[in-house]
């Protein structure tokens, strides 16, 4: 079955240290594959996506790239800011009986420090 | 444009009691969809629906849990004689369904519950 895995929280940095949120997955055919978002107080939002093997998502100076090899998603950013903290959920869309069920991982929640 | 709406935003109850939460989706959406995301925790998949299909019941936790959807559009969760465990944010979302499965979701603001 399809099922998503990311690293447990909290993630703690300094402003301008480079993040990395790993995020594997489990699927079968060719799934699109997702980074959510949701800040303190708001509801999740999209951040990124990429729909096949290589592609990158990139936004707001976040990217992922689709690594069918390593079935992974790992979200990264150079340089975090402190506007970064929130809980990021890792998520992938399967295709089953044409149906567009979405998978998401536990969230992992980021911690951004002056 | 509007987005997903939800109500309550806030429902406190007794245990024992039903409640309904309401989802209002993206107007054209054809796929919806029910979460719940207890204190810290991540989403639980509750309940999909697709267009006129039946709908994908496979994460209702148990028999008290229900849903329906009218005329493609709006939804409406009910959770008959509540438990304390049953507090918790549920959040509707509703997207395009595309063959590709690349659609996104779009998430509603969620009902926070509190079952007393």
């Known amino acids: 079955g399809n099922s998503v895995t990311q690293m447990e929280g909290p993630v703690t940095l300094s402003e301008e240290a480079f993040l990395t949120i790993n995020c594997t997955y489990t699927?079968?055919?060719?799934?699109?594959l997702f980074w959510y978002v949701q800040y303190p107080g708001e509801g999740l939002q999209l951040l990124l996506k990429?729909?096949?093997?290589?592609d990158k998502g990139s936004n707001k100076g976040f990217e992922a790239t689709y690594r069918k090899e390593t079935t992974s998603f790992h979200l990264e950013k150079g340089s975090v800011q402190v506007s970064d903290s929130a809980v990021y959920f890792c998520?992938?869309?399967?295709?089953?009986?044409?149906?567009?069920?979405?998978?998401f991982g536990s969230g992992t929640k980021l911690n951004v420090k002056p | 444009g509007a987005g997903v709406s939800q109500s309550p935003s806030n429902k406190v109850t007794e245990k024992g009691k039903d409640v309904e939460l309401r989802c209002d989706p993206i107007?054209?959406?054809?796929?919806l969809y029910w979460y719940r995301q207890s204190l810290g925790q991540g989403l639980e998949f509750l309940i999909y629906?697709?267009?006129?299909?039946?709908?994908?019941k496979s994460g209702l936790p148990s028999d008290r849990f229900s849903a329906e959807r009218t005329g493609g559009s709006v939804s409406t969760l009910t959770i008959q004689r509540t438990q304390q465990e049953d507090s918790a944010v549920y959040l509707c979302?509703?997207?395009?369904?595309?063959?590709?499965?690349?659609?996104?979701?779009?998430f509603g603001p969620g009902t926070r519950l509190t079952v007393l």
């Open positions: 979302a509703s997207s395009l369904a595309r063959s590709r499965g690349d659609g996104e979701q779009f």
């Open positions: 699927a079968t055919g060719y799934p699109s």
């Open positions: 990429a729909t096949k093997a290589d």
């Open positions: 998520a992938l869309s399967g295709r089953l009986y044409n149906f567009n069920k979405f998978y």
């Open positions: 107007s054209g959406h054809t796929a």
């Open positions: 629906f697709q267009g006129n299909s039946a709908p994908d």
